[in-house]
């Protein structure tokens, strides 16, 4: 029998949450939603079920912002993985979203299928970004990328690389992608392992690894591609 992944659905219109999670557990009998309208009722719900792994959250929960429900709940557990699920496209929510550190950003017109998607590749480690997110997140980071490190020769060709630095972070594993938070802020091997308390070996393993899916050569292209990402500033 498949393990269940629980999941924390936080959304202040109740019709909303019902039907999404009803509809959701029925597409794949692996989920488990537990529903809340409000940081508070989703602080409550996660004392109650510390392994729950995933919590999506509407940007706007009855005028209150959905982002700092997103703080009150790390409080509670701290690596749980975030998707924020809205209406809203644009870039300010989007980038405000994204300085959260969250796994995914989907918006409420898609359909159950591309949701279900997002789930299943966050729970494996991935990040996930609906098509709208992804095409203002690309322009957000043409516009932060400048010409430093060679990842901007000129606008098209800055362009299609920031697509691609993207592309190659939605790679990495969730622990690949805490590494490399950790190497470009100019740590070494045996400060990172330190760290994440484990061998240098294995933090070196790592590396090579992030440096081969990022398609980086040293740790200034590593650096400028951080900030690519907004993983650093």
């Known amino acids: 029998m498949q393990s269940q992944l629980k999941i924390l659905f936080i959304d202040d219109h109740a019709g909303v949450r019902e039907s999404l ?10 989920f488990k939603f537990y529903l809340a309208g409000d940081a508070g009722r989703a602080c409550i719900a ?6 729950i792994e995933i ?12 982002l700092c429900a997103i703080d009150e709940i790390r409080k509670i557990k701290a690596d749980i993985k975030i998707i924020v699920y809205t209406m809203y496209n644009d870039p300010l929510h989007i980038k405000n979203a994204l300085q959260k550190d969250i796994q995914g950003f989907i918006t409420k017109d898609l359909d159950a299928g591309e949701i ?13 970004y609906c098509k709208d997110a992804q095409a203002v ?9 400048g010409s430093a490190g060679g990842f901007a020769d000129s606008e098209e060709e800055g362009k299609k690389k920031s697509e691609m630095v993207f592309k190659n972070y939605q790679s990495l594993t969730k622990k690949e992608q805490e590494l490399f938070a950790i190497l470009a802020q100019k740590k070494d ?8 308390h484990k061998s240098q070996k294995t933090v070196q393993n790592q590396k090579s690894i ?7 050569q040293d740790r200034l292209e590593l650096v ?10």
């Open 46 to 51: 996660l004392k109650s079920n510390p392994d």
């Open 210 to 216: 992030i440096y081969q899916k990022m398609n980086v």
């Open 224 to 233: 400028e591609a951080a900030k690519l990402l907004g993983v650093i500033l």
């Open 189 to 196: 091997v045996y400060e990172a392992a330190e760290i994440l």
């Open 55 to 66: 919590a999506i959250v509407d940007l706007n929960l009855d005028g209150e912002d959905g």
């Open 116 to 128: 279900e998607k997002a789930i299943v590749s966050v729970n494996a480690g991935n990040l996930f």
């Open 21 to 30: 999670s009803y509809l959701l557990e029925h597409k794949n009998e692996s």
């Open 137 to 145: 997140l690309y322009e957000l980071l043409h516009k932060g990328g």
